[in-house]
């Protein structure tokens, strides 16, 4: 079983930073892609930013520039340093990432969720 927990959250004004950090843990085998996604109530979940094992980064167009993703693959984790935030950044930030597991395969893993609020 694997668990990504996620910390950082929180109340911040617009042109304010935050950063996100998840950390993954359990039975890891290897981990792929790790990633961030959010959803704004009546929402759907989207992409954020995305970065490989090696260290290839994809970022959403309404996030370039301003946000920065990152990984320690010797601890499993995934961080997400938000700059300039705008209100419509507000939403609950998940992690996501492919892990394999000790005899198994691949399979995709989401965190709990952390918010994040701007205020104007």
């Known amino acids: 079983q694997v668990q990504l927990v996620e910390s950082g959250g929180g109340l911040v004004q617009a042109g304010g930073s935050l950063s996100l950090s998840c950390a993954a843990s359990?039975?890891?085998?290897?981990?792929?892609?790790m990633g961030w996604y959010r959803q704004a109530p009546g929402t759907q979940r989207e992409l954020v930013a995305t970065?490989?094992?090696?260290?290839?980064?994809n970022y959403a167009d309404t996030v370039k520039a301003r946000f920065t993703i990152a990984r320690d693959n010797a601890k499993n984790t995934v961080h997400l340093r938000m700059n300039t935030l705008k209100p419509e950044d507000t939403a609950v930030y998940y992690c996501?990432?492919?892990?394999?597991?000790?005899?198994?395969?691949?399979?995709?893993?989401w965190g709990q969720g952390t918010q994040v609020t701007v205020s104007s």
């Open positions: 996501n990432a492919d892990v394999r597991v000790y005899g198994s395969d691949f399979d995709n893993y």
């Open positions: 970065i490989s094992r090696g260290g290839s980064t």
């Open positions: 359990g039975s890891i085998a290897f981990i792929g892609n």
